[in-house]
T-cell receptor
Framework: NAGVTQTPKFQVLKTGQSMTLQCAQD?????MYWYRQDPGMGLRLIYY???????DKGEVPNGYNVSRLNKREFSLRLESAAPSQTSVYFC?????????????FGEGSRLTVL | GESVGLHLPTLSVQEGDNSIINCAYS??????FIWYKQESGKGPQFIID?????DKRQGQRVTVLLNKTVKHLSLQIAATQPGDSAVYFC????????????FGSGTQLTVLP
């Protein structure tokens, strides 16, 4: 049982390049999330999907797009990467459509934008 | 979102001692409080949560205490082990929306041999 799987684990981009971070969960969870984690700061929500077919903006959505491809997969796309998007990105999932506390996180994707 | 703060950014304890990690929150309307553990290079892992109508909740070697009067949350780890070395951060949830889940920045716990 893999849980939440993210790819790639590491990526280096040049300013202006685009890329997609992939996330898949095998726990049959309804809700999925994308967070970014920067030094000295708490996790910040970029986008989330409360159920298949729906997506909503979080605290820091600018410069990102998401796709909830099916119940298992939730991707995050950077259309034109900027140095400010250098961060560690975490995908997470939870069972219900309402968030209580327990989120299951992936191992993270470390992105550097030069 | 509301800020969630931690009293100390680092904490060192001797192996076998008890650890106490503190967290202050600012929104008295928060319904859930959660503790996560994040080991180096890994994703956060849920430890324990507590609802606002509770004062204390115990898990395996961990206890969370909630003091709503002073808006304070603490995580106690009994008989701290080397595998407990990690960043611990608290989170508060104002309701059922992901947008209302706010994470603190974390405390680095180091277990000394």
């Amino acid at each position: 049982n893999a849980g939440v799987t993210q790819t790639p684990k590491f990526q280096v981009l040049k300013t202006g390049q685009s890329m997609t971070l992939q996330c898949a969960q095998d726990m049959n969870h309804n809700s999925m999330y994308w967070y970014r984690q920067d030094p000295g700061m708490g996790l910040r929500l970029i986008y989330y999907s409360a159920s298949e077919g729906t997506t909503d903006k979080g605290e820091v959505p600018n410069g990102y797009n998401v796709s909830r491809l099916n119940k298992r997969e939730f991707s995050l796309r950077l259309e034109s990467a900027a140095p400010s998007q250098t961060s560690v990105y975490f995908c997470a999932s939870s069972g219900g459509t309402r968030v209580t506390g327990e989120l299951f996180f992936g191992e993270g994707s470390r992105l550097t934008v030069l | 979102g509301e800020s969630v703060g931690l009293h100390l950014p680092t904490l060192s304890v001797q192996e076998g001692d008890n650890s106490i990690i503190n967290c202050a929150y600012s929104n008295s309307a928060s319904d859930y409080f959660i503790w996560y553990k994040q080991e180096s290079g890994k994703g956060p892992q849920f430890i324990i949560d507590i609802r606002s109508n509770m004062d204390k909740r115990q898990g395996q070697r961990v206890t969370v205490l909630l003091n709503k009067t002073v808006k304070h949350l603490s995580l106690q780890i009994a008989a701290t082990q080397p595998g407990d070395s990690a960043v611990y951060f608290c989170a508060e949830n104002l309701g059922g929306s992901a947008r209302q889940l706010t994470f603190g920045s974390g405390t680095q716990l180091t277990v000394l041999p």
